[in-house]
């Protein structure tokens, strides 16, 4: 079964709920978001929220808003806005007309506090962030009341005017919900409605200086859009009764729900922005878009496709939930993608000449190579022959053990769309150093079949030396050395040392040369690779994106023979 076939169709509980409540009439026209904070690069977490918001959407013939939730304007840079925008359009994704902020909203959600104080609802407290920690109890124990509690409405509106002024330094005073101190629901014990933080904002400059809490924008925000399903991860779920507590106690022009999911967890990945930041600030990767970083940015650049990323959120499916994912399933809709698209190319990493004697000094021959074997209308390209070839240094063993079928000193191989050719004699350096081999060729045997059927038992990649183009390579595996990154308590001490290999005096053929950054090719027995953006004219360099094994699929084969 392929990943696009079982994608399709699939369904879960949000596309039921949606479904249910368009037969219904509940809503005339479906309308979600996405919501995301702009303090770092979006991740794969993120892609599986962009690809149900937006998906949905479209699925039902409704629309999906961009929201950037900028309520925190200490964490927040336009680097980020930018990221965000251009990753959600990279994943095929389009808010059209519908790009928002909740910055947008801040002085109807300041009105919306006002009407709260006013409606004895909520109250200026001048208690520390430790002393309102201190008082907020535990989920055995209930919380105590301030003693500001009791304010007068009057006193109430006076502070919170004056804190907008900017009278009061950051943390001097916040305004807080009266809502329940001995609720059973921690969320629901007098939440901070405003801050004050001196800070300007990227979006509202320096025209406030008292900020929204997350949670009490976050719901008005979908309200004010008329979000109708509002979808989110399952550490929300114990916040909903205080979303729904604002949107009965204020007079919103909608009511959207919240339904709450699982949130994506991978195997040898950790996917949390602070987390990232870190590495990034810590220089132990190349950036945000280091090809071995989650975010969509580093998987752009590592060569994993769009449509990959898309088929791998249908695969996965939403569920309530959690889990951790495969990572190796990620993987395998990489491959499915690249299979099909790829174009086949040899390149050689680490380079031993081959030097045919039989063959004619200054000869040249192009002979036909397949471009892509999955893909018959990719047709054929020439690749040329000449006298003087390189080949991968692991084809050859002078001294092979039983298993190893390339290479040796007097053994038949083929190489691909060429000839077969036999290894007579290995010439060495001072140190004992291979340095080349030398060979003969069968000319009966162009295109690499023999007349007289024999076979040799490998078939090798190859490049005539004087066409070579030198290229970097750099090999990528995964960051974490363990599955669960972390789970002993230290993050860092599980990175990987090698989970970025940089090879120079690599060879590719001429045509690699003009691959262009977003395109993937397949380096034939190597794996996937794409060029890197940081190629210079005369000096390519390319990702691997990932090797040809799939683990996936050899798992899932162990699965059936072991049910
Ligand atoms: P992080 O924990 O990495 O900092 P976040 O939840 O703080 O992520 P936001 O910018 O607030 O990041 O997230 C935007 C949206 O993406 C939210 O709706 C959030 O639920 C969703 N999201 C974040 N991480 C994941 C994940 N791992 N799986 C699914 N959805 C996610
Ligand atoms: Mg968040």
């Not at 969320?187 to 200086?209: E, F, K, S």
């Not at 190859?462 to 960051?479: D, F, K, Q």
Request: some cysteine.
């Amino acid at each position: 079964m392929s990943t696009e076939t079982a994608a399709e169709g699939r369904s879960d509980f949000i596309r039921e709920i949606v479904a249910e409540d368009l037969r219904s009439g509940r809503v005339a026209t479906v309308v979600t978001r996405f919501p995301p904070e702009p303090n770092g690069y979006l991740h794969i977490g993120h892609a599986k929220s962009i690809c149900l918001n937006f998906g949905v959407a479209r699925e039902f013939g409704g629309r999906c808003h961009l929201r950037f939730d900028d309520t925190n304007p200490t964490k927040e840079e336009q680097e980020y806005i930018d990221a965000i925008e251009a990753d959600v359009r990279w994943l095929g994704f389009d808010w059209g007309e519908h790009l928002y902020h909740a910055s947008d909203y801040f002085e109807q959600l300041y009105e919306w506090a006002v009407h709260l104080v006013r409606a004895g609802k909520a109250y200026v407290d001048d208690l520390s962030a430790d002393e309102i920690r201190e008082h907020r109890g535990t989920l055995t124990e209930p919380g105590r009341d301030s003693p500001y509690r009791g304010r007068s409405v009057q006193e109430n509106l006076d502070l919170f005017e004056r804190m907008r002024k900017g009278e009061f330094p950051d943390g001097a005073r916040v305004v807080r919900a009266k809502i329940d101190m001995a609720s059973g629901n921690i969320n629901l014990r007098d939440p901070v409605l405003y801050r004050i933080l001196q800070a300007p904002h990227p979006r509202t400059g320096d025209a406030w200086c008292v900020y929204p809490t997350y949670d009490f924008a976050h719901g008005q925000s979908d309200a004010i859009e008329g979000v109708t399903h509002s979808l989110c991860t399952l550490e929300f779920e114990d916040h909903r009764p205080l979303y729904d507590w604002f949107i009965e106690n204020l007079p919103v022009p909608s009511h959207p729900r919240q339904f709450e999911f699982a949130r994506l967890k991978l195997s040898y990945t950790v996917l949390s922005k602070r987390f990232l930041l870190k590495l990034v600030n810590e220089g132990r990767v190349r950036g945000w878009d280091d090809p071995r970083m989650p975010t969509i940015s580093g998987i752009r650049r590592r060569g994993y496709p769009a449509q990959a990323i898309r088929d791998f959120a249908g695969i996965i499916g939403v569920a309530k939930r959690d889990s951790v994912v495969d990572v190796a399933m990620l993987e395998h809709c990489v491959r499915d993608v690249l299979n099909r698209k790829a174009a086949r190319r040899f390149a050689v990493l680490r380079p031993l000449k081959v030097v045919i004697e039989n063959y004619p000094e200054g000869k040249v021959e192009e002979l036909d190579a397949v471009n892509n074997p999955e893909d018959p209308s990719a047709g054929t390209r020439p690749v040329r022959f000449s006298r003087a070839l390189l080949i991968e240094r692991d084809d050859f063993m002078e001294d092979p053990p039983k298993k190893f079928y390339r290479l040796a000193p007097g053994r038949e191989v083929r190489l691909r769309y060429a000839y077969l050719v036999t290894c007579r004699e290995v010439v060495k350096d001072a140190r004992g150093e291979i340095v080349e081999l030398r060979c003969t060729y069968d000319p009966a045997t162009r295109g690499g079949d023999a007349p007289d059927g024999r076979r040799p038992k490998a078939t090798l990649h190859w490049i005539s030396a004087a066409h070579a183009v030198p290229a970097e390579v750099r090999l990528y595996e995964h960051l974490f050395t363990r599955p669960e990154p972390g789970a002993d308590g230290d993050l860092l001490a599980d990175l990987s040392p090698s989970s970025e290999e940089v090879l120079r005096g690599c060879f590719v053929e001429p045509v690699v040369a003009d691959v262009a950054v977003g395109e993937a090719v397949q380096f034939e027995r190597l794996g996937y690779f794409c060029p890197d953006p940081d190629s210079r004219p005369g000096h390519p360099v390319f990702n691997r994106t990932l090797t040809l094994k799939d683990t996936w699929l050899r798992l899932q084969a162990r699965g059936r023979e072991d049910a």
